[in-house]
């Protein structure tokens, strides 16, 4: 089974307005760690937020959140007022314990003018 | 500072190349990650280094050789690639932590292209 699931391949969303990209996750560890990525066309993978899974709020860093369903393993994320530099690839990944992350297979978001 | 530095950019080679890809960091992290990424693609886990040691190899060809010098720095040495091998080849540390957190820094990545 897939650790992440990313349904959306493409999104598109007009600028200054919010945007949620979807992931679910399937694991059986109690302790995990969830993450967001994003990756312009340059190819840098950009760290934008993380959310542990004992964490009872849903982490916010500026623009972005997660929202955080544990009970129907989902890390969704939320950009609001998103601007043309958000346009860009969106992985959603799983640490559990130990050091390897599993991947979802990306959503790409295209900021409108 | 969390930079993770990557040389080079860019790269073309032939297939009886060698040619060796670094990657360097210095926020004291002590897992090291080597992924390969085709484009749209998420990236693909090669090796995984913990201490220094390489603690996961998913099953990656022979033809692509790591090596962790130290705790800052990590090599991929390549050779005889093929040109399905073309790639964007990506660096990443993070912490070793018990249980969950520590995300991962990803470094500018190494586009390669085998001819």
């Known amino acids: 089974a897939q650790k992440i699931t990313q349904t959306q391949p493409g999104m598109f969303v007009q600028e200054k307005e919010a945007v949620t990209l979807d992931c679910t996750y399937d694991?059986?560890?109690?302790?995990?760690?969830l993450f967001w990525y994003k990756q312009p066309s340059s190819g840098e993978m950009i760290f934008l937020i993380y959310q542990g899974s004992y964490d009872e709020q849903n982490a916010t860093e500026g623009r972005y959140s997660l929202n955080f369903q544990k009970a129907r393993k989902s890390a969704n994320l939320v950009i609001s007022a998103s601007q043309l530099g958000d346009s860009a690839m969106y992985f959603c990944?799983?640490?559990?314990?130990?050091?390897?992350?599993?991947f979802g297979t990306g959503t790409s978001l295209t900021v409108i003018p | 500072d969390t930079e993770v530095t990557q040389t080079p950019k860019h790269l073309v080679m032939g297939m009886t190349n060698k040619k060796s890809l670094k990657c360097e960091q210095h926020?004291?992290?002590?897992?090291m990650y080597w992924y390969k990424q085709k484009a749209k693609k998420p990236p693909e886990l090669m090796f995984v280094?913990?201490?220094?040691?390489?603690?996961i190899n998913e099953s990656v060809p022979s033809r692509f050789s790591p090596e962790c010098p130290n705790s800052s720095l990590l090599n991929l040495h390549l050779h005889a690639l093929q040109p399905e091998d073309s790639a964007l080849y990506l660096c990443?540390?993070?912490?070793?932590?018990?249980?969950?957190?520590?995300?991962?820094?990803f470094g500018p990545g190494t586009r390669l292209t085998v001819t």
């Open positions: 694991t059986s560890d109690q302790s995990y760690g």
């Open positions: 926020m004291g992290h002590r897992a």
């Open positions: 280094y913990s201490y220094e040691k390489l603690s």
């Open positions: 990944a799983m640490r559990e314990t130990g050091n390897q992350f599993y």
């Open positions: 990443a540390s993070s912490q070793l932590l018990p249980g969950q957190g520590g995300e991962q820094y």
